[in-house]
Nanobody, 110 residues
Framework: VQLVESGGGLVQPGGSLRLSCAAS????????VSWYRQVPGKQRELVAA???????NYADSVKGRFSISRDNNKKTAYLQMNSLKLEDTGVYYC?????WGQGTQVTVSS
């Protein structure tokens, strides 16, 4: 399984970004996809996940601001991030079937 994240960047507080996670090498539709983020010196934390059936769950810190979705035809998962805060800064990784992408940097700064 190969996962490739994209869409990170520098954004001001209150701004938005949409991350993408493109998968290859597996049947995408049957697996849960999760987004994690990592800040230097801290453990990687779960941000959001979506099951094969479309059931979602979110970290309390992002509920109401982030939205995870998937397009099984494109084998891609998305993380829409709105109302970004300084503390959302980090490297965002997607994971599926025990595989991880290389991560994409999100920096929220004024």
């Amino acid at each position: 399984v190969q996962l490739v994240e994209s869409g990170g960047g520098l954004v001001q507080p209150g701004g938005s970004l949409r991350l993408s996670c493109a998968a290859s090498g597996t049947i995408f539709s049957v697996y849960t996809v999760s987004w994690y983020r990592q800040v230097p010196g801290k453990q990687r934390e779960l941000v959001a996940a979506i099951t094969s059936g479309g059931v979602t769950n979110y970290a309390d810190s992002v509920k109401g601001r982030f939205s995870i979705s998937r397009d099984n035809n494109k084998k891609t998962a998305y993380l829409q991030m709105n109302s970004l805060k300084l503390e959302d800064t980090g490297v965002y990784y997607c994971t599926m079937v025990g595989s991880w992408g290389q991560g994409t940097q999100v920096t929220v700064s004024s």
